[in-house]
């Protein structure tokens, strides 16, 4: 299964492919990089810009599902609203491909690279390198946290027929926390995320 990661942003939005195999416990870098657009440029045409990139990377890539992050209120409303902005033309880019669409909170991602919800962003960078097995890594940090994305799908245990309904968070979605070939930082998810779900409570992006 091949997952395209969205880290939705209008100054930086970052966009990361990688590929699993068997299970999909194993992943592999396909390709990851950052759309920029300039902030003297009209919030529509940059809207457009991130758009067209989007389109070329489902075309050059053939995803089989994209993985967006599920945007949060912040303080700063005229920064969530060009994320907001963002991240819906990128699920409107898999609907128009035909794909399947999953949604997950930045602290479903943390938790499924560190093993901590609350995972600063230089944690999160040095585990996708060694997921990944990475020389060094992928920065800036909007690259990351994609392929963090698309790892947190592949990791959720749902495959491309359930990635509609991880957007959900429902009971079917839950990863598992035991058995055999499970790495030490998905048990540690697994577990983060079944506590988190119980006391009914997400982080809110940080």
Known sequence: MRILGVDPGLTRCGLG??????????VRLVDVGVVRTPAELSPHLRLLAVAEEIDQWIDRHRPDVVAVERVFAQANVRSITGTSQVAGVAMLAAARAHLPLALHTPSEVKAAVTGNGRAEKPQVQEMVRRILGLEEKPRPADAADSLALAICHAWRGGGVGSAVRAQYGGADTLPRAAGPGLTPAQRMWAEAERSARRAGAVAPKG
């Open 17 to 26: 492919v990688v590929e699993t195999t068997g299970t999909g416990r194993r």
